[in-house]
Nanobody, 124 residues
Framework: QVQLVESGGRLVQAGGSLRLSCTAS????????MAWFRRAPGKEREFVAS????????YYADSVKGRFTISRDNAKSTVYLQMNSVKPEDTAVYYC?????????????????WGQGTQVTVSS
């Protein structure tokens, strides 16, 4: 069983930056595909970004491309989401997800493990 724990969510002003972290338990983190999703108030949970096991391949939703960067440190079993130039529409609960088979797509049901989420609020 893998546990994912997110941190770093907070209140931030529009145009500001913050970094989310997700630390995983277990010994096989380096083989997982990892992703960030988010759920805004009143909306469905949506894909934000993903990264393959080596960190060499990354994927982004169009809404965050050029502003957010996903990265990972396999030695620390941690994946990060650097959020720059944030907008009020980025306000959401952000979830970390892990795919044991290395999946890095946008389908939520392909991810095996989920964190509890961390709240990001962007004020205008």
């Amino acid at each position: 069983q893998v546990q994912l724990v997110e941190s770093g969510g907070r209140l931030v002003q529009a145009g500001g930056s913050l970094r989310l972290s997700c630390t995983a338990s277990g010994r096989t983190f380096s083989t997982y595909g990892m992703a960030w999703f988010r759920r805004a108030p009143g909306k469905e949970r949506e894909f934000v970004a993903s990264i393959n096991w080596s960190g060499r391949s990354t994927y982004y939703a169009d809404s965050v491309k050029g502003r957010f960067t996903i990265s990972r440190d396999n030695a620390k079993s941690t994946v990060y989401l650097q959020m720059n130039s944030v907008k009020p529409e980025d306000t959401a609960v952000y979830y970390c997800a892990a795919a044991a088979g290395g999946y890095t797509g946008t389908y939520q049901n392909q991810y095996d493990y989920w964190g509890q989420g961390t709240q990001v609020t962007v004020s205008s």
